[in-house]
């Protein structure tokens, strides 16, 4: 199966700020990456979906970035309503099995 | 819009068969989309369980594909998920999730809610 790994696992930042999470693939998964944000006690929301295309209604200042297996997420000016967890998901395996990332939390700093 | 909604009982004992239904509206489960469950330990990550398509074709995760059965049923637009042999190892918040393809690329746009099903005596 394909591993994962999301890095930091966890990450204190400001109002304002940029923020990149990282998430890189056990192998090349082209550009079958997709980027969900979870708060406490919500189901999981899709911002992001083959790398680099974003959800509609989500905001222009999630942004990702990558392909084969180095994957980016980057916030460009945090909001309040972002600190939250963000798990990447990989949809390249066939037959399909869908792995996430282990998750990275974002905490107000 | 479409909405899902997960239902079943909240707790299940050791060596016994979870089951879950889960309610579609505002689309049909006959479209051109798969339908997925994922479940997330209490403090954990997210992992996929399976999914099936209208036709009545399934996927499911390897590690969990010998204890696991996912159903639909067209005429009251829901389908199910069936886990067997559970241990506390199975507790977890339970979500149904709405799987698409676009260009070629898959991703799950729409989820239920979730609900905790715990594995206890």
């Known amino acids: 199966d394909i591993q994962m790994t999301q890095s930091p696992t966890s990450l204190s930042a400001s109002v304002g700020d940029r923020v990149t999470i990282t998430c890189r693939a056990s192998?090349?998964?082209?550009?079958?990456l997709n980027w969900y944000q979870q708060k406490p006690g919500k189901a999981p929301k899709l911002l992001i979906y083959?790398?680099?295309s974003l959800q509609s209604g989500v905001p222009s200042r999630f942004s990702g970035s990558g392909s084969a297996t180095d994957f980016t997420l980057t916030i460009s000016s945090l909001q309040p309503e972002d600190f939250a967890t963000y798990y990447c998901?990989?949809?390249?395996?066939?037959?399909?099995?869908?792995?996430f990332g282990q998750g990275t939390k974002l905490e107000i700093k | 819009q479409v909405q899902l909604q997960e239902s079943g009982p909240g707790l299940v004992k050791p060596s016994g068969t979870l089951s879950l239904t889960c309610a579609v509206s505002?689309?049909?489960?006959?479209?051109?989309?798969?339908w997925n469950w994922v479940r997330q330990p209490p403090g954990k990550g997210l992992e996929w369980i399976g999914e099936?398509?209208?036709?009545?074709?399934?996927n499911y995760n390897p590690s969990l594909k010998s204890r696991v059965t996912i159903s639909a049923d067209k005429s009251k637009n829901h389908f199910s998920l069936k886990l067997s042999s559970v241990t506390a190892a199975d507790t977890a918040v339970y979500y149904c999730?709405?799987?698409?393809?676009?260009?070629?690329?898959?991703?799950?746009?729409?989820w239920g809610r979730g609900t905790l099903v715990t594995v206890s005596s």
């Open positions: 999730a709405r799987g698409v393809y676009t260009y070629g690329h898959y991703y799950f746009d729409y």
């Open positions: 099936i398509y209208h036709s009545g074709s399934t």
């Open positions: 192998q090349s998964i082209s550009s079958y």
């Open positions: 505002g689309g049909s489960i006959s479209s051109s989309h798969w």
């Open positions: 083959a790398a680099s």
């Open positions: 998901q990989q949809s390249y395996s066939t037959p399909p099995e869908y792995t």
